[in-house]
């Protein structure tokens, strides 16, 4: 059965800060993606990752996978009080039917 | 237009009662799922339709009855539902469930957030 992980699963930070959150998986996939989601809404797709390497960057994030690692990084480069949410990393699963299974999360909180 | 839109926003109902909800895609996507999204977790999936049939049932109790009437369309019916089923209900849809060079990644709709009293 696989596990994802997210690591830190809250994050308090200042605005103009960088910091990393961490996904990590228990079996082999080489596909990630990652999800935002704000309070009471519903999820909006940031990046799609799909083989060891990619790394795909969009404003402020950027996002990296490592699949030998079996390791996901999203990366913030100054945060501003906008990327407040919760972010999840999701791991392609199941080889032939293929599911999307959901790290735990991560809570972020840009503090002014 | 990557839109998926799910009907209603909210529900309340009973434990005896039967409702639906409603989930539609016009990106021409083959594959759609539901997913359960209680506070401060991630989504869990419930089901995943691939090309209108039932693909993954994630052993999820049959009060929850999922329909798939055509390539567009997702429905799921609620019958005799707990108070612990009170949860975000998420319909999302992928060009396929397959391995393929693009990946499946998932477009979600905005949730139907259920109460059950």
């Known amino acids: 059965e696989l596990k994802v992980e997210q690591n830190p699963l809250f994050l308090s930070m200042q605005e103009g800060k960088n910091y990393t959150i961490y996904c990590n998986y228990s079996?082999?996939?080489?596909?990630l993606y990652w999800y935002r989601q704000d309070p009471g809404k519903s999820l909006e797709s940031l990046f799609v990752?799909?083989?060891?390497?990619a790394v795909k960057q969009e404003g402020r994030l950027m996002a990296s996978l490592d699949t030998k690692a079996r390791l996901s990084t999203l990366h913030i480069t100054a945060a501003v009080h906008d990327l407040s949410a919760t972010y999840f990393c999701?791991?392609?699963?199941?080889?032939?039917?293929?599911?999307?299974?959901f790290g735990t999360g991560t809570l972020l909180a840009v503090q002014p | 237009d990557t839109e998926v839109t799910q009907t209603p926003k909210h529900l309340v109902m009973g434990m005896t009662n039967k409702k639906s909800l409603k989930c539609e895609q016009h990106?021409?996507?083959?594959?759609m799922y539901w997913y359960k999204q209680k506070a401060k977790k991630p989504p869990e999936l419930m089901f995943v339709y691939s090309y209108e049939k039932l693909s993954i049932n994630e052993s999820v109790p049959s009060r929850f009855s999922p329909e798939c009437p055509n390539s567009s369309l997702l429905n799921l019916h609620l019958h005799a539902l707990q108070p612990e089923d009170s949860a975000l209900y998420l319909c999302a849809s992928s060009q396929d469930i397959f391995s393929s060079g693009g990946g499946t990644e998932a477009f979600f709709g905005q949730g139907t957030r259920l109460t059950v009293v």
């Open positions: 990106m021409g996507h083959r594959a």
């Open positions: 079996t082999t996939s080489d596909r």
């Open positions: 990752l799909l083989s060891n390497g």
């Open positions: 999701a791991v392609e699963y199941g080889g032939a039917t293929n599911k999307l299974i």
